[in-house]
C-alpha cells in the first residue's frame, strides 16, 4: 500500500517536470524560429559595404544602410537625453514616496503611459512638433521616442531602489548626511546596475518602432546628422523597403532586420551581464 | 559618577497615535555603558531612534519632550549636527555595499562632503579599524568590498564607520541579535574597550548581556522607565517586582 503510493508520486513527479520542461523547449521555439529564419535571409545582403554604404537608386545593385545606423543611432541619443534623467527621477520619486497624490497621479500617468499604442504617441508628436515646425524631422521622432522610453525607465527605477533595504538609508542619515546626499551618494550608487539595464532595455524597445516615426523622422535616402531634418532608421527602411514591389530591396529589408535584430539583441545581452556584474548584494 | 552626557526630560515618542515611548526621563553618565533594558517591542530601539533624530525620519512619527546633548537641546539644533556628534550601530550590520572596507570607514566624511588629506585618510581609517578591534583582519584588503566580511566582521566595520566621526556618543542598537556568540563576545569586549573613549548607550533584550557589559541600566517596559541604576544594583537588588520578574525569565 505504502510503496504503491510513493511510486504514485514518483510518477507524478516524473511526468510534472517532463511537461514543464517540454513546455518551456516550446516557449524557446517560435524565438528559434523567427531568428533562423532573419539570418537565413537577411545573412547573405550583410557585408561591410551594407554597413557603411548609402542606399543606391532602383536597379543598381548593393547599397547598404548606413544613413538609416545613423539615423537611428541619432534617434536614440535624442530620446534618452530628456528620458532618462527624467525617468530617474520620476523613480527615485516613487520609490521615495510610496502614498500621497502627486505618486498616485505619477504612478498612473506611467501606467497609462506604457499602455498607450505607439502610433498615437507618433500623431502627437507629429501635431505638435513636426506641423509646428514645418518638417519632418530627427528631433520630433526622437522626441516621440523618448516618451515611449519614459514608463519603462521610471518603473525600473522604482523597483530597483524599492529594493534596497531601509537599513542602507539610516545607515547614512545616522552619520549626519544630508537627505539629498543619502540618495545621490549612497542609494542611486546602490541601484545604479538596475537602472543601466531599464535604460538599456527601454532603448531595445525604441530602437525597434516603426509607428512612431513614420511621420515624425519620416525617412531620408541620403545621409544627415543635422537633427532637425527628417533622417531615416533602421525600421523605417525594413517597412518602405519591404513594402515596395523590388526584389533587391526585399533583400536590403532583411539585412535592415538582421542588423536590427543584432542590435536588440545585443543591447538585452548587456543589460543581462550589467545586471549580473553590478548586483550589489546588501 | 561623572557627568552627564546626555539627558532627556519627559521624551514620548509616537508612531501616529500610538505612544511607545512614555514620558522617559534620564541621565546618561560619560565614558560608562548604559544598557536599555526591556522585553521586545517595549520601545527600547525607538528611545535610542529620538536622541539621533532618527526615529522622526519614519513618516507618522512623532517626538514629544526634550532631549540634550551636554547642554545643547537636541531638538533645537540641525538634525545633521547632531548626528555626527552621535554615532548609531544597527541590529543588522549595514556597510554600504558599493564601498571598499577603506570607503566604508571614512564613508560619513566622503558622505558629507568633508574634504580629508591623504595621510589624514589613512590615519583615520587604520586608528577607526584598530578601536574596532579589525584592524588585523582586514589590513591586507582594505579596497575588498564591506559586503565580502563576516556578518561579525561588517559589524565591527560599522562600529569603525561610526567612531571615524569621533563621536561624544555612541548609539548600539541591539548590535548582537545577528551575530552567533563567537561574533557576539567579540563585539562585547570590544565594548569594553571602548568606554575608555566614548560613551556608549546599547540596547538589548538580553538580560545576561546587559549584566556582563553595563555599568548602568535602564529597564523600559512597555514604554515606561521603570527602573534606571547601577547595574549591579539592579540585577542584585531590583526596586520594582517588574524588573524582578524581567529579570527572573518569567516574562520577556
Known sequence: MNREKTRMRVIKDWVFVAVVVTLSFLAIVPLVLILSYIVKNGLSSLTWEFLVELPRPVGEKGGGVANAIVGSFLLVIIASLPAIPLGVSAGIYLSEREGGRLSFLTRLAVEVLHGTPSIVIGIIAYLWLVIRMGRFSALSGGIALGIMMLPVIVRTTEETLKLIPDSLKEASLALGVPYHRTILKVILPAGLGGIMTGVLISVARIAGETAPLLFTAFGNPFMTWNIIKPVNALPLVIYNYATSPYPEWHAIAWGASCVLVGLVLALNLTARIIARRWEVKF | ?252
Open chain 2, 1 to 252: 559618577m561623572g557627568s552627564k552626557v546626555l539627558r532627556t526630560e519627559n521624551l514620548s515618542a509616537y508612531f501616529r497615535d500610538n505612544r511607545v515611548v512614555n514620558r522617559v526621563s534620564l541621565s546618561i553618565p560619560e565614558n560608562m555603558v548604559t544598557t536599555i533594558m526591556g522585553p521586545s517591542g517595549c520601545g527600547k530601539t525607538t528611545l535610542i531612534r529620538c536622541f539621533n533624530r532618527i526615529h522622526e525620519l519614519i513618516p507618522g512619527a512623532r517626538v514629544e519632550g526634550r532631549v540634550f546633548l551636554r547642554d545643547e537641546d537636541v531638538y533645537a539644533t540641525d538634525p545633521m549636527i547632531i548626528r555626527r556628534r552621535i554615532g548609531m550601530v544597527f541590529q543588522r550590520p549595514n556597510p554600504f555595499p558599493t564601498m571598499s572596507i577603506y570607503d566604508n570607514v571614512i564613508a560619513g566624511y566622503r558622505l558629507n562632503g568633508i574634504k580629508l588629506g591623504h595621510g589624514e585618510r589613512d590615519a583615520m581609517v587604520e586608528e577607526s579599524l584598530k578601536k574596532a578591534a579589525l584592524w588585523d583582519e582586514v589590513k591586507d584588503h582594505l579596497n575588498r568590498k564591506g559586503t565580502f566580511l563576516s556578518g561579525g566582521q561588517q559589524q565591527r566595520l560599522c562600529i569603525a564607520r561610526a567612531l571615524a566621526m569621533n563621536p561624544d556618543i555612541l548609539l548600539l542598537d541591539e548590535p548582537t541579535s545577528a551575530l552567533d556568540p563567537k561574533a557576539t563576545a567579540r563585539v562585547e569586549q570590544l565594548v569594553e574597550e571602548l568606554k575608555k573613549t566614548v560613551t556608549l548607550i546599547l540596547v538589548t533584550h538580553n538580560v545576561a548581556q546587559a549584566g556582563r557589559v553595563s555599568d548602568f541600566t535602564a529597564f523600559l517596559y512597555l514604554g515606561e522607565l521603570i527602573e534606571y541604576g547601577p547595574t549591579e544594583q539592579l540585577h542584585t537588588a531590583p526596586k520594582d517586582t517588574r524588573t524582578e520578574e524581567f529579570l527572573t525569565g518569567k516574562f520577556g
